[in-house]
Each structure stands twice: as structure tokens, then as C-alpha cells.
């Protein structure tokens, strides 16, 4: 287990942005695939976006095309979902997840997770 962190959600009105953290104080994320989900109230967790071992981006949700981007920090111990445009459908709780390498929708392939952090869109 990673110890992953998620920090950065809150209360944001339509339009507005948040950037979430994913991060881990003992280890460097370079090295694995970090995937976003996110779960609605009701509904069950869906892949949201990923950065794979080599900064590949890969997009699960077409909602978020041109709204949400992903990018790792430096010092490769945090990657972030920059949310733009945020819309009331947005608002879950935002989980980070760790996969060897590689990305993936199936949310049983990755072995470690956050504990989420909640982004409520409403005004």
C-alpha cells in the first residue's frame, strides 16, 4: 500500500475550479499508473482520468474532456486533477488510485487507494 492522500475537494459553485491532490508521504508515484474515479451519491464508482508511468493521459469520462486535466509534481510524490468548469454532475467523492504502470478502467486492477475527498458543484 501506497498511503495515498486526496486533498483538495470542497464546495465550488457551477463554473468555478478545484484542484485535488493525490499524494503519498513515504513513496514516489513515479513509478505507477495514478488513476482519478469518482462516486456519485447512488451511483457507482466510474473511472474519471489516469496518468500512466510515462505520462501518458488517458480520458475514461468524456464529461470531462477539455475541463479536467491531470499532471504529476515534482519530486513525484503527488499527481493532480485540475477541474475546470466544474458542473453540478461533478460532485462526488473523488477517489486516487495506484496501478503498476499501466492505466485501466476496471477499478479492481489497482491495489491501492485514497480515502476520497468530496467535491460538491451547487449554488
Same mark, same amino acid.
Given at each position: 500500500?501506497?498511503?495515498l /492522500?486526496? &486533498? ?11 484542484r485535488?491532490s493525490?499524494?503519498?508521504s513515504? #513513496?514516489?508515484?513515479?513509478s505507477y499508473a495514478?488513476?482519478?474515479? %469518482?462516486?456519485? !451519491?447512488?451511483k457507482? %464508482?466510474e !473511472?474519471?482520468?489516469c496518468?500512466?508511468s510515462?505520462?501518458? @493521459?488517458? #480520458?475514461? +469520462? @468524456?464529461? /470531462?474532456k477539455? %475541463?479536467?486535466?491531470?499532471s504529476r509534481?515534482?519530486? +513525484?510524490?503527488s499527481? #493532480?486533477?485540475?477541474m475546470n468548469s466544474?458542473k453540478?454532475?461533478? *460532485?462526488? /467523492?473523488y477517489?486516487?488510485a +495506484? @496501478?503498476t504502470?499501466?492505466?485501466?478502467d476496471? +477499478?479492481?486492477d489497482?491495489? &491501492?487507494?485514497?480515502?476520497g *475527498? ?5 449554488s
Amino acid at each position: 500500500q501506497l498511503q495515498l /492522500v486526496e &486533498s483538495g475537494g470542497g464546495l465550488v459553485q457551477p463554473g468555478g475550479s478545484l484542484r485535488l491532490s493525490c499524494a503519498s508521504s513515504k #513513496y514516489t508515484l513515479e513509478s505507477y499508473a495514478i488513476g482519478w474515479f %469518482r462516486q456519485a !451519491p447512488g451511483k457507482e %464508482r466510474e !473511472p474519471v482520468l489516469c496518468i500512466s508511468s510515462t505520462g501518458v @493521459d488517458t #480520458y475514461y +469520462a @468524456d464529461s /470531462v474532456k477539455g %475541463r479536467f486535466t491531470i499532471s504529476r509534481g515534482n519530486g +513525484a510524490k503527488s499527481v #493532480y486533477l485540475q477541474m475546470n468548469s466544474l458542473k453540478p454532475e461533478d *460532485t462526488g /467523492v473523488y477517489f486516487c488510485a +495506484a @496501478d503498476t504502470f499501466y492505466c485501466s478502467d476496471n +477499478a479492481g486492477d489497482y491495489f &491501492s487507494w485514497g480515502q476520497g *475527498t468530496q467535491v460538491t458543484v451547487s449554488s
